[in-house]
């Protein structure tokens, strides 16, 4: 066939038939190219020249597009061709203008819930996203939600955050950075090329007062330490699983979200040990709690009535909720069943305070060196050389301060000695004596 005779013009039947790799002229009209990739699918082509180019302009997947609507395409570019429009050069504008219509339409609103969704699976705490959305919808939507990302200004985030910077510092804080953090997201996606309106350092910082002076910090309330041992004997008068949740919070010195959503595969009742998994420490790193023989002995009460319910898994929670719908698991107690079991109690503190409890003895009562007892709390120790150096977290030390703290808090004040500073092993206690008297493994 010589390049100016006309081609035969295939009929649907036909092009069914085609599975030979490369280009496959169809008819009908001059150019319509059925291309065989070398994985087997088929797609339509228009083939043309412009300005002695040779281009190929695509019109769709086979069998998606069908033959017919191959032709009416190719027809419609072959008049843009007739009349100087290249339809290659005309696809790629009317994309662009697509993208422009979509940028321009994307709201803050829009923006915040794809940033959102973006992140959510990288936050630690499942119930992040829906706080970072529930701050937005209470005090920024209504002024931004509905506003071109691109067009949000400078006095619009003035708008959301004045109302609330003197009277809730905090909460304002965490909303600017949730603003900045959205805009942020619709620069890098190209949604906005202005730059952030909500960046604190050199704009906002020169138009509202640091939240440091609006605001002093408030602690969390806690119970002083020589209080401790009477309140003790009040909690373990309690009834239910929330009180002892609370004894447990205070004997390991842990958070309470740490404690309530314990699970019995992470104690060792053997090794007299708790590791808590970086997924569910506030630093993202394992920490191993020892436990003193008043957590063991509630542990095991607590172990009694996970078998008893019938809960054999592991992954079973320690201090279950009663009102649990999980027959084999359980499900944790929520966050005020702790609080509720304080204010029975009638006492002006938070689970969290315990922490403090806890810190205040070590530096009041005791001489272990302040390494140990921030290590107890999984806080972080020393500057970045010191930890990269030092590999251990002093669990043997630790240990022994634990039963200090135990002893103490259920009254045993003789228990609790000093140990020297400095020393590298403790001074052994009153029950360490007594073990030793008595020939029990320490």
């Avoid at 005309?90 to 973006?118: C, N, P, Q, V, W």
């Avoid at 140990?419 to 008297?437: C, M």
Wanted: net charge positive; aromatic share 8%.
């Amino acid at each position: 066939m010589t390049p100016h005779e006309p081609r035969k013009e295939l009929g649907a039947a036909q092009v069914a038939t085609i599975w030979r790799r490369g280009t496959n002229h169809v008819g009908g009209v001059r150019g319509l190219i059925l291309n065989v990739t070398m994985y087997g699918s088929r797609s339509w082509l228009l083939r043309y020249q412009v300005a002695g180019k040779r281009r190929d302009f695509g019109l769709g997947s086979y069998p998606s597009v069908t033959l017919a609507d191959a032709r009416e395409a190719a027809r419609a570019a072959r008049a843009k061709l007739a009349q100087g429009i290249d339809p290659v050069e005309d696809a790629r504008r009317a994309r662009a203008r697509l993208a422009a219509e979509i940028h321009a339409s994307m709201t803050f609103g829009d923006a915040a819930k794809r940033y959102i969704a973006s992140h959510e699976k990288g936050w630690k705490n499942a119930k992040h996203a829906q706080q970072w959305q529930r701050s937005l919808d209470m005090y920024a939507m209504s002024v931004l939600g509905k506003v071109p990302v691109r067009d949000v200004s400078l006095p619009m985030v003035l708008k959301v955050l004045e109302p609330i910077w003197a009277s809730k510092t905090e909460t304002a804080t965490r909303l600017r950075g949730r603003i900045e953090s959205i805009i942020d997201w619709a620069i890098a996606r190209g949604f906005r090329t202005d730059s952030n309106p909500a960046r604190w350092k050199g704009l906002l910082d020169k138009l509202l007062p640091a939240p440091g002076k609006v605001t002093k910090t408030t602690h969390f309330e806690a119970l002083p330490y020589a209080q401790l041992p009477a309140f003790m004997e009040q909690l373990m008068a309690q009834e239910g699983r929330g009180a002892k949740a609370l004894q447990f919070v205070i004997m390991t010195a842990a958070r309470s979200g740490e404690v309530r959503g314990a699970t019995w595969d992470e104690i060792d009742l053997e090794a007299r040990m708790w590791t808590i998994p970086a997924e569910r420490m506030k630093a993202s790193k394992p920490h191993r709690v020892p436990l003193s023989d008043a957590a063991m002995a509630l542990l095991q009460e607590m172990q009694a009535l996970t078998l008893a319910a019938g809960r054999t898994t592991g992954k079973a929670y320690v201090f279950p909720s009663p009102n649990s719908r999980d027959p084999e698991l359980g499900s944790p107690l929520s966050d005020m069943t702790l609080t509720a079991v304080l204010r029975r109690l009638k006492l002006a503190a938070v689970p969290h305070g315990f922490r403090s409890t806890f810190r205040d003895w070590c530096a009041e009562q005791t001489d272990y060196p302040n390494e140990v007892a921030e290590m107890a709390l999984a806080h972080a120790v020393g500057n970045k050389v010191e930890a990269a150096y030092r590999r251990g977290d002093l669990f043997g030390k630790r240990q022994q301060l634990m039963q200090d703290w135990a002893d103490y808090a259920h009254g045993h004040a003789a228990a609790t000695q000093t140990v020297s500073l400095g020393s590298s092993n403790p001074v052994p206690t009153t029950t360490d004596q007594q073990k030793q008297l008595e020939g029990v493994p320490q």
